[in-house]
């Protein structure tokens, strides 16, 4: 029953959300505009605030994060030469054409009986 509620009171807001953008759109574009843009500062101000706060401020960590950068971009500088002689190692090296199959033994069987 609260489900039936619940959800009936979501199609409901959303409906009436829609219409009121679709409003916005015919009659009001520019006012649709400014608060779009408006939104769209105070996003950016939340997601800047909520960044600072969870960087580190201790200053060791800090130097932790900003020598793991220079690793990170110094092996990837590495990680494309390395990959580079891999791959024309492996390509002068020829594949083997050998074929091996898998001799079927006696493993089920009990020793001491006779096959009838």
């Known amino acids: 029953m609260k489900t039936k509620i619940i959800s009936s ?19 009001q574009p520019s006012l649709l505009l400014r608060d779009l843009l408006i939104a769209a500062i ?23 994060i900003k020598a793991a950068r220079q690793s990170r971009k110094r092996l990837r500088k590495q990680g494309k030469t390395v990959k580079s002689t891999y791959r024309s190692q492996r390509a002068i090296r020829p594949r083997s054409t050998v074929k091996l199959t898998v001799i079927e033994g006696k493993k089920g069987k009990k020793p001491g009986r006779l096959a009838r």
């Open 9 to 27: 009171a979501v199609y409901c807001i959303l409906a009436l959300a829609i219409i009121g953008f679709l409003y916005r759109i015919v009659f």
């Open 42 to 64: 105070i996003v950016g101000l939340i997601f800047f605030v909520v960044r600072l706060w969870s960087m580190p401020m201790n200053k060791e960590q800090r130097a932790f």
